[in-house]
């Protein structure tokens, strides 16, 4: 891309991880299905964080955790999120900059937006239990994230679930436009099947208008694609963009460009403890291998390798959180 330290910028869904030991009546009384993963309301979101206490904390959210996945590897990193004026958003914002990550986040000053985040529940027996709440994060404007974007950078990483906002897409089109001008390559991973179905056609649009590289699973890419088998799926996009990476679990992924597809084997691991992460540490290694000139195949491989560090621990990130999860529950 340019001689200069490479530069990625993420754009996504800003969260903090708090994870809680509980027993069983709370997961119960909340409501919430035992080892489900739950999406919930503002005022769900306050009764189980007031109950539930500080936990231990950690930032989180998919492109937040690729991009900080970047503090191990020679390129820079930027995020642009919004979090709320609050004791979550400035430990989003802390641990962000304590890896060097810039984070130029806009701030809700809405008291009925607090920042987004993700409870997790674990109980005596280990079993985890997710209560998501998006918060702030679904109130970001292009306005305040066309501001915060850095005038130089060499790629953009969207986050598909953006789409999911009132202001997602028009978010999504002011950024990808303007990092088209400055001559910075756009790259995309569409987040969930669900997140495609709901944003088929605008997500389609702004594959086919703006984006240049595509990172996703077999299922999210398929559904994109409306097509079975990842081979089908990379026919689909490679006639849209210029680098594709579709994963497929233990199965390893396949990359291609003009050049060529490749099979990329998984990176062995002694042990999976855990697959969350595990999809955006990989889009961390493969985006960061190309902004650094790497054929894709070795990019694939560098996005195996950093995806292999996930699975061997709990969380989508190592740190206090991951810990705390590992551990059995007070």
């Known amino acids: 891309m340019t001689e200069r330290t490479p530069h990625?910028?993420?754009?996504?869904n800003a969260l903090v991880d708090v994870v809680a030991a509980v027993q069983p009546d709370v997961v119960a009384r909340h409501g919430l299905t035992p080892g489900g993963m739950h999406l919930v309301d503002a005022q769900a979101a306050r009764a189980l964080f007031d109950e539930v206490g500080p936990g231990v904390r950690q930032s989180g959210g998919s492109v937040a955790n690729s991009i900080a996945h970047l503090n191990e590897e020679p390129v820079r990193?930027?995020?642009?999120?919004?979090?709320?004026?609050?004791?979550?958003?400035a430990a989003f914002r802390r641990e962000m900059e304590?890896?060097?990550?810039?984070?130029p986040l806009a701030v809700a000053q809405d008291d009925d937006h607090g920042t987004g985040r993700c409870v997790v529940l674990v109980t005596p027996d280990g079993e985890r239990t997710m209560s998501t709440y998006l918060g702030a994060?679904?109130?970001?404007?292009?306005?305040?994230?066309?501001?915060?974007?850095?005038?130089?950078?060499?790629l953009l990483f969207i986050e598909g679930y953006i789409w999911d906002a009132p202001h997602g897409a028009e978010v999504i089109e002011t950024l990808a436009r303007v990092a088209k001008a400055a001559d910075a390559l756009v790259a995309l991973t569409p987040s969930d099947a669900g997140c495609v179905e709901r944003n088929l056609d605008s997500m389609r649009d702004t594959v086919s208008n703006h984006v240049d590289i595509l990172v996703g699973n077999h299922d999210e890419v398929g559904a994109l694609a409306d097509c079975k088998g990842t081979q089908a799926a990379i026919d689909w996009a490679m006639a849209r963009v210029s680098v594709a990476a579709v994963t497929e679990h233990e199965e390893g992924s396949w990359v291609a460009d003009p050049k060529g597809r490749h099979h990329?084997?998984?990176a062995?691991?002694?042990?999976?403890?855990?697959?969350?992460?595990?999809?955006d540490?990989?889009?961390?290694?493969?985006?960061?291998?190309?902004?650094?000139?790497?054929?894709?195949?070795?990019?694939g491989q560098r996005g195996a390798e950093r995806a292999a560090l996930v699975l061997g621990h709990y969380g989508a990130r190592d740190g206090a959180a991951a810990r705390a999860i590992a551990l059995p529950a007070a």
């Open 8 to 12: 990625i910028v993420g754009l996504g």
């Open 77 to 89: 990193g930027t995020y642009i999120g919004k979090i709320a004026d609050d004791d979550l958003g």
């Open 98 to 103: 304590g890896m060097d990550i810039a984070a």
């Open 137 to 154: 994060a679904t109130t970001l404007t292009p306005d305040e994230a066309r501001k915060a974007l850095p005038e130089q950078f060499d």
């Open 264 to 266: 990329v084997e998984a």
């Open 268 to 279: 062995p691991v002694s042990r999976v403890l855990d697959t969350t992460g595990a999809g």
């Open 281 to 299: 540490a990989y889009a961390s290694g493969f985006l960061s291998g190309l902004a650094q000139g790497l054929p894709v195949a070795d990019a």
